[in-house]
């Protein structure tokens, strides 16, 4: 079979595809470890093999043209099904294999995924995994993670889920507070305390349950209000042992603490934990060994720590 001047250098066509991906010169530089100029010299070669324009360049940035767009999307459907290929033969050949690159938000890292990752790569010595961590309710829009851990969606394209389970959260705060200014009886009891809150989350209305008629259970949210907030549960979480306020958090995060009278839980049974924990990865008709293996690893994990 012939194939064109253009289909006999892929070179040009993965750089054009990062470059659609990316609609950056520079960007797109970054990932394939080169300067924009060669990426700029690569699209000019690869429209005059083709013969017509591919992008747009204007002072906004890169626009695909009607061609180059077509073109674009033929990438990925061709790529994509030469990715599925090679996934599949490696997961045959090889199992979990390469740099499996993970991100999470600092306190669920520290709490959970910290051993348990350090357990996987004793487990499968033919992988690496490069742990990130990001602030609390920051959700990520880069792609070059294989798994995000969140209980937040990623503004990402072709992204797909698997539920991890509930996050447990718990109210609690130092002996020190309680004994300065009282424990609270009832959630609602809340609302004249100094409650530390997450400083982005929106309206301050801490979610528990409380008993109906026929002892059916129904959802009671709780506005609160504190002299302290903070973007960082640690920080909340050390402003409380130092006895400033109550706080509600992930119980991941101060299991270790309540343990040892640090901190002292309340309303255990009342409290409600809606969000539920993700593994996020993009879509594919077959995820790499490394992948789904560490989601099944992880997935197992949890069971165990939650006695489930």
């Known amino acids: 079979m012939a194939f064109t001047a253009v289909l006999r250098d892929l070179n040009k066509l993965n750089t054009f595809v990062r470059v659609a991906q990316r609609r950056s010169f520079t960007g797109a530089a970054a990932e394939l470890r080169t300067t924009p100029s060669v990426v700029s010299k690569r699209m000019k070669e690869l429209e005059a093999s083709l013969g017509f324009s591919l992008l747009n360049r204007s002072t906004h940035g890169l626009v695909l043209t009607d061609a180059g767009e077509g073109l674009f999307q033929q990438c990925l459907e061709t790529l994509g099904k030469l990715d599925d290929y090679v996934t599949e033969r490696r997961n045959i050949e090889t199992g979990p294999f390469g740099t499996l690159r993970v991100q999470a938000t600092s306190h669920y890292a520290r709490a959970v995924l910290a051993p348990v990752t350090a357990k996987f790569v004793q487990k499968h010595r033919g992988v690496r995994v490069h742990l990130s961590v990001v602030p609390e309710n920051v959700v990520s829009s880069d792609d070059i993670f294989d798994i995000i851990v969140s209980p937040h969606k ?155």
């Open 154 to 308: 990623p503004s990402l394209p072709g992204i797909v889920a698997h539920d991890l389970g509930e996050v447990r959260h718990v109210v609690c705060a130092a002996p020190a507070y309680f004994r300065s200014f009282g424990r609270p009886r009832a959630p609602q009891d809340l609302r004249n305390h100094n409650c530390l809150t997450d400083l982005y989350s929106g309206p301050k209305r801490w979610p528990f349950r409380r008993a109906a008629r026929g002892n059916a259970l129904r959802p009671l949210l709780v506005e609160v209000k504190g002299s302290l907030s903070s973007n960082s549960t640690g920080a909340l979480i050390r402003m409380a042992l130092d006895g400033s306020g109550i706080i509600r958090v992930p119980l991941d995060a101060v299991k270790g603490d309540i343990a040892n009278g640090r901190l002292e839980a309340i309303f255990r049974n009342a409290s409600l934990s809606p969000e539920r924990m993700c593994a996020w990865y993009a879509r594919a008709k077959r995820l790499p060994a490394k992948t789904a293996d560490f989601i099944a690893f992880l997935e197992a994990s949890l069971k165990r720590r939650n006695g489930s």
